[in-house]
């Protein structure tokens, strides 16, 4: 399959590429700002299948470098995972327009925007390709929210309506979305949020979810927020 990841420097998102490397019959475009942390995941591959993009997915102009690129390795996209994700642990009245408008730009509108432009290239599955977006329990209507999470916590609720939205829309080309909303799972992101507490799962583990998910969700599902949650935190 052809698999694009995003967010893969670290976490989650390392771990799933490496999950999906490991299937050489699976080719992984990596994609994060860390340059330093995708050469060694993809020297940690080791199998050929990997390449990588760093980039800067909040940047406006990353589709004239990225989209090229993507164009020349794949002929077509089986799954798209939008995994990239930025945070900040502030109350409302210290939250500066800048640090606002970076969790947004890379929580929901780099999202938006990547989706919107691999849609040629995801139409192109006819057997049919699937997009998973990476969302948070935070997001999720109802549930438990924290102080000083209020920037991240509604970019990743708008992540869930999008993805419902999307679902709609896309099913005509085949197109299957669906939304992983995450409970908390050892990561740096995690350590910004609630700093000192230690989750019950390591993002290996969720990455073997989120991976085997992409895979064969879009079989079960479609416009579906699924929680995936032990606790929260």
């Not at 890379?106 to 040629?120: A, E, T």
């Not at 000083?148 to 299957?176: D, M, R, W």
């Not at 350590?191 to 989750?199: D, L, N, S, T």
Request: glycine share 8%.
């Amino acid at each position: 399959m052809n698999i694009i990841v995003t967010g893969a420097s670290r976490g989650i998102g390392y771990e799933t590429v490496k999950i999906l490397a490991a299937d050489t019959g699976n080719k992984i475009i990596a994609l994060a700002r860390n340059r330093g942390a995708l050469e060694k995941l993809k020297r940690e591959c080791n199998r050929g299948n990997v390449y990588i993009v760093a980039i800067d997915l909040a940047d406006r102009n990353m589709k004239k470098k990225l989209i090229p690129f993507i164009q020349k390795q794949f002929k077509f996209i089986d799954i798209l995972i939008n995994n990239a994700g930025a945070i900040v642990n502030k109350p409302i009245q210290s939250t500066s327009d800048k640090e606002l408008e970076n969790v947004y730009n890379v929580n929901v509108l780099s999202v938006y925007r990547l989706i919107r432009d691999l849609i040629p290239l995801l139409k192109r599955q006819k057997r049919g390709s699937h997009i998973v977006n990476i969302s948070s329990m935070g997001g999720v209507q109802g549930s438990v929210k924290f102080s000083g999470l209020s920037a991240y916590s509604s970019s990743k609720g708008a992540v869930a309506v999008l993805t419902e939205c999307l679902a709609q829309e896309l099913k005509q080309f085949n197109i299957s979305v669906n939304c992983l909303a995450l409970g908390s799972v050892q990561t740096e992101m995690l350590q910004k949020a609630f700093p000192g507490y230690k989750a019950p799962l390591s993002a290996i583990q969720m990455a073997d979810f989120v991976a085997n998910f992409a895979l064969a969700g879009n079989q079960h599902f479609n416009g579906k927020i699924l929680p995936v949650s032990i606790s929260t935190p």
